[in-house]
């Protein structure tokens, strides 16, 4: 089976007319599919509202109790759910889930380092049995960034984590492509310029733009989940706009293709 990961941020999930014209793109994206979501600014703006302010750190989420109530509010219930009723509307069976759901994803409470995250999880296993199940009769996953520890405690989990896990995970038995779907065309030399385009990154190259801070904040995460999946049996993995991803699911070049030199382009 040919399984696409398809993940999709802010830009999409914060203005209801770039959703709508994704989840019509999704439903006709052939194949199977699974959708992984994220929805960090609703959860600040909320927050805020609320007189929870975000802490983040190398554009990742510090989540205390407090926090963690509200992203679990805000991406399990709020988006995820507008998410599935609208692919119903456009003839997509879904199913809205998060990590709890049918044991679909158990994580650890990252442990304490420089920082600590508070219930933040990282994810040590993925029900492929639950979504090969769903995935058969066509029925498309759709996750928000929630998962559990199998000890009745939810934790917050990186949106691009989940889509690279639940890939690899996948990739044992099947072939499986990644999409990291983002507000750029792909990643950027010069994140004001669109035409700054790099078209392939490799390991070597992810190295230099690192040292010259060309990449930092959330990039970082997307492109060392990338080169996790790739060295973990994934066989593609494309980032870019999101109204991009019928041309990059046939090869076209709307993106970044991140490329492992250990394995190679595929």
Excluded at 143 to 164: E, P
Aim: contains cysteine; proline residues 3%; hydrophobic residues 40%.
């Amino acid at each position: 089976m040919e399984i696409s990961v398809i993940k999709i941020g802010g830009n999409v999930i914060d203005h209801p007319e770039n959703a709508s014209r994704f989840l019509q793109l999704f439903a006709k994206f052939p194949g199977k599919k699974i959708l992984v979501h994220g929805g960090g600014v609703l959860a600040s703006r909320i927050g805020k509202a609320m007189g929870i302010e975000p802490q983040m750190y190398r554009g990742r989420r510090i989540t205390d109790r407090e926090t963690l109530g509200l992203v679990t509010m805000v991406y399990a219930g709020l988006i995820n759910k507008n998410l599935i009723a609208e692919l119903h509307t456009y003839g997509q069976q879904a199913i809205g889930l998060t990590g709890a759901d049918g044991n679909a994803i158990q994580s650890v409470k990252r442990p304490v380092t420089d920082v600590d995250y508070g219930y933040v999880g990282d994810v040590v296993q993925v029900n492929t049995q639950l979504l090969e199940s769903l995935l058969q009769p066509s029925i498309a996953p759709v996750f928000s960034a929630i998962t559990h520890d199998g000890k009745g405690q939810l934790l917050n989990t990186n949106a691009d984590t989940i889509a690279s896990e639940i890939a690899t995970a996948l990739a044992r038995k099947h072939k499986v492509n990644l999409y990291y779907c983002f507000d750029k065309t792909g990643v950027l030399m010069d994140a004001n310029n669109d035409a700054s385009l790099i078209p392939l990154i490799n390991e070597d190259i992810y190295k230099e733009l690192l040292r010259d801070q060309i990449i930092h904040s959330g990039m970082i995460p997307k492109l060392e989940n990338a080169f996790n999946a790739l060295a973990k049996g994934v066989v593609h993995v494309w980032l870019g706009l999101p109204e991009n991803l019928l041309l990059a699911s046939k090869g076209k070049n709307a993106g970044t293709i991140i490329e492992s030199q250990k394995y190679g382009l595929y």
